[in-house]
Structures are given as C-alpha cells and as structure tokens.
C-alpha cells in the first residue's frame, strides 16, 4: 500500500478533484443510500470549498492511496470578519481571542475514507498540510475526547486552549514556528 499527499492550488479545483473531494466526504460523513447525505456532499464540493478557496491562504492537500483518492484536508488564513473567526471573538476568553484569533491557519478539516483508516493517511495530510505554512498560529475545533481526531493533533503538538468552544468540541492550537503553546 503505497500512500501519496500532494498541494493543490485553486486553480487545480477542477470537476474531477472536487467529485474525488465529495465522494470521500461522502463516505466519512453521510449514508450514500440517503439522498439528503448524497445532495450534503455535493453542496461541500461545489459550495463550500469553492468559496472557502477564495480565502487567502487557501491551502488542500489530497491523499491517494495505491491510485484511489484516500483523503484530504484544507485550510486557509482565519481573519476578522470571517464567520468563524467572529464567532470565536465572542466565544472564547479575550486573552485566547487577543492571542490566537486573527491572521492564523484555520485548520477546516482533516478526512479520511473509513475505508483507509488507521493507517497513517491523516498524519500524511496534516503534515504536508502545515508544513511551511506562513502564519504564526494555526486554529482548529474537534471532539476532545481520545478518539482518533484528538490523538492525531495531540500527537502532533497541538494544545487544547478551550475546552469547551462549541458543545462537545474544544479549541485547538498550534504555534507553526516551533514554540510551546
């Protein structure tokens, strides 16, 4: 099994990537036999992650294993006036706000067929995801439990900076210049 993760640039979002981006969406996060799960990722692909690849910093990183396409992940430059940048302004405590929000790599989401699961695809793309970014911090919401997310950011260097953000998801984050949180 031989596993490869390449950059892509928004000019490379042509019809073929993101039906490779929907249908793993689709498989890690819907039911295929449900239409509503079916129209979900294709919204993602022809909605969220064209507009989300208008941001500055846009950066997608796909994972292909033995020629199938195993994975993604993305992200872009979180700045004021975003909605979720907005959101965490008024969420999270001012010192977490003053320090962290504004100008970071807003790590959106890391996804992996279920089908290729466990077997280091994830580390892949979050590695070459951050690798070289140019901002300072990165930011990122998941489940703080010890599920597979939480062990892969943990392990990664990333510190809980919030518990609780936004129900049962806490608030990552990740000094990219190598120093502690």
Known sequence: ?????????????????????????????????LPESRLDAENF??????RHARRDGFRLVVATTDGEVSGYGYGFTG????FWSDWLAGAAPADIVET?????????????????????????????????????RALLATAPDDGAAARLYGGRGWQVLVPEIDGSKALYGL???????
Do not use: C, N
Request: net charge negative; no cysteine; aromatic share 4%.
């Open 45 to 50: 692909a022809s909605s969220t992650v064209p």
């Open 79 to 82: 700045k004021r006036g975003q």
């Open 1 to 33: 099994m031989t596993t490869t993760v390449i950059a892509l640039t928004r000019k490379q979002l042509d019809a073929t990537v993101l039906d490779s981006l929907a249908t793993v969406y689709l498989a890690a996060y819907g039911d295929a036999s």
């Open 100 to 136: 962290w929000v504004g100008d970071h790599f807003e790590l959106v989401d890391i996804v992996v067929d279920p089908g290729h699961r466990g077997r280091g695809v994830a580390g892949k793309l979050h590695d070459v995801l951050v690798e070289g970014l140019p901002q300072e």
């Open 175 to 181: 000094h990219l210049d190598g120093r502690a949180v």
